[in-house]
C-alpha cells in the first residue's frame, strides 16, 4: 500500500473515532501500524506528582500498565522530559537522556526490556498547569530504536489526533447516550456550539448553543447562511479547512486543530473542525452534504506547569531537573540514585551544576526553591 493511501486510512480511523468510542483502539493500532511499533496509548500524565492513568491502548499487558502507574512511573527518566517538549512534536529517548544511560536505569531493566520493548516515540497533545495528555507509540525490539522516518510519520499523524482528542472532549456523555437518526440529531445535544458546515461555509445545521453564539455575534456570524468569523485570520483557516476537505482527512494537516476566537470583552474560545467528508463520517453526513463540523467551547484557563517554569528560569536541562525533582522527593544521594537508576556519582555532577545554575550550596536549599516554584492551583 502507498504511503498516501496508508496515511488516508490511519487518519479516516482517527476521525470516525471522535465520535464512537468503540473505533478507538481500533484507531491506535492503525497509527502504531503507520508509525511503525507493537503498541501505542493515549494517556494523561501529572510530571510532578507522578501519577498517570491510561485511556486507550493495546500492546501493553494489564499487569504491566499496573505496575508502571503504581511503581515506575516514578523511575521512568522520561515523566518529567517529555512534558517540556513542543505541542505535537514527536518525542524519543535520546531527546531526554543519553540512550547509554536510559538502559542502565531501573526503568528499562524492570519495566521496559521485559516486555521486549527499545524506545517509545511520544508526544504531547494538549498540556495544562498541572497534567498533560499524550500518545506514545511503542517500539519493539524488531522495530528498533526510533529514527528519522518513525519521527517524519508521526508528525504526520500528531496534528489530526490533537484535533480527534479536543472535539472527543466536547462530547458529553449526553451525546453518547443519543439514540438520534441523523449526525445532526446527535450533535445538538453538546454543550459546546456546534455547525454543519458544507465546503462554502454554508450553514446546514448549528445545535441550541450555535444559535446563541451567532446571534450575539462577536466571535461568529451568519452572513447569506455563510458562517463568517470576525477575525480575519480565523476566517482564512475556516475557509481553507474547508476547501481542503475535498481532498480527503490528510490534506486537513495541522490547520484548525484549535482556532482561537475571542470576544470584544476578551473572553477566549477555541474552535475544532471535525473533516465529515471521509470513512464512516461521510456516510452519516451524506443526507447533508456536510463537509465538517465546527465545533466552538470556551478555553480553559491555563498556565505553565511549575517544574517547566523551574527548568526555563534555570536553564535547567531534563537530566538535572529529574535529578532536582527526585531531591525532593528522596533526598539522599545514594537514595536519588537507585531511585533514577544512575550512579552516585552522576548524581553529584548534576547537583554540582544545579547548585551553580540556582546559585545555592546545599540540597535543603534546593528543596526550598522548587517550594517556590510550586503551583497554587490545585490539582
Not at 447516550?177 to 459546546?192: G, H, I, M, P, V
Not at 452572513?223 to 481553507?240: F, K, V, W
Not at 480553559?300 to 527548568?311: D, I, K, N, V
Request: glycine share 8%; hydrophobic share 45%; net charge neutral.
Amino acid at each position: 500500500m502507498r504511503e498516501a493511501e496508508h496515511l488516508e486510512r490511519v487518519l479516516g480511523a482517527i476521525y470516525d473515532a471522535a465520535l464512537d468510542r468503540s473505533l478507538r483502539v481500533p484507531a491506535l493500532m492503525e497509527v502504531a501500524g503507520f508509525v511503525g511499533g507493537s503498541g501505542a496509548s493515549l494517556f494523561a500524565k501529572d510530571p510532578y506528582s507522578r501519577t498517570g492513568s491510561t485511556v486507550y491502548d493495546f500492546g501493553i499487558s494489564e499487569e504491566y500498565k499496573r505496575l508502571y502507574f503504581e511503581r515506575y512511573i516514578r523511575y521512568d527518566p522520561m515523566s518529567v522530559g517529555q512534558f517540556f517538549g513542543d505541542v505535537g512534536e514527536p518525542i524519543a529517548v535520546e531527546d531526554i537522556v543519553p540512550y547509554d544511560e536510559f538502559v542502565e536505569t531501573r526503568f528499562f531493566q524492570e519495566w521496559v526490556r521485559p516486555q521486549g520493548l527499545v524506545d517509545p516515540l511520544t508526544a504531547i497533545l494538549d498540556k495544562s498547569a498541572t497534567a498533560g495528555s499524550f500518545v506514545s507509540v511503542f517500539r519493539h525490539e524488531r522495530d528498533g530504536v526510533v529514527d528519522e522516518e518513525a519521527r517524519r510519520r508521526m508528525r504526520l499523524v500528531v496534528p489530526h489526533l490533537r484535533r480527534a482528542v479536543s472535539i472527543t472532549a466536547l462530547v458529553k456523555t449526553t451525546a453518547a447516550q443519543a439514540r438520534a437518526a441523523s449526525l445532526a440529531e446527535t450533535l445538538d445535544c453538546l454543550r459546546a456550539g456546534m455547525f454543519l458546515l458544507n465546503r462554502g461555509g454554508r450553514i446546514l445545521h448549528a445545535n441550541a448553543a450555535g444559535h446563541m453564539i451567532l446571534e450575539q455575534g462577536e466571535m461568529l456570524r451568519a452572513i447569506h447562511g455563510r458562517l463568517i468569523a470576525t477575525s480575519a485570520e480565523a476566517q482564512r483557516t475556516l475557509a481553507d479547512v474547508l476547501a481542503d476537505t475535498a481532498k480527503g482527512d490528510a490534506a486537513v494537516g495541522g490547520r484548525g486543530v484549535a482556532m482561537p476566537l475571542s470576544t470584544p470583552g476578551g473572553e477566549v474560545y477555541v474552535a475544532h473542525v471535525l473533516p465529515l467528508t471521509s470513512g464512516r463520517r461521510r456516510i452519516a453526513a451524506a443526507g447533508m452534504q456536510a463537509a465538517a463540523a465546527l465545533f466552538v467551547d470556551k478555553a480553559a484557563l491555563g498556565t505553565s506547569p511549575a517544574p517547566e517554569a523551574l527548568a526555563k528560569h534555570y536553564k535547567l536541562t531534563p537530566s538535572e531537573l529529574r535529578v532536582l525533582l527526585a531531591t525532593v522527593d528522596v533526598g539522599r544521594i545514594a537514595d536519588v540514585a537507585e531511585m533514577l537508576g544512575i550512579a552516585e556519582s552522576t548524581v553529584r555532577t548534576h547537583l554540582g551544576r544545579l547548585y551553580d545554575k540556582t546559585g545555592t550550596s546545599r540540597q535543603p536549599d534546593l528543596i526550598k526553591l522548587v517550594a517556590q516554584f510550586s503551583t497554587p492551583l490545585l490539582r
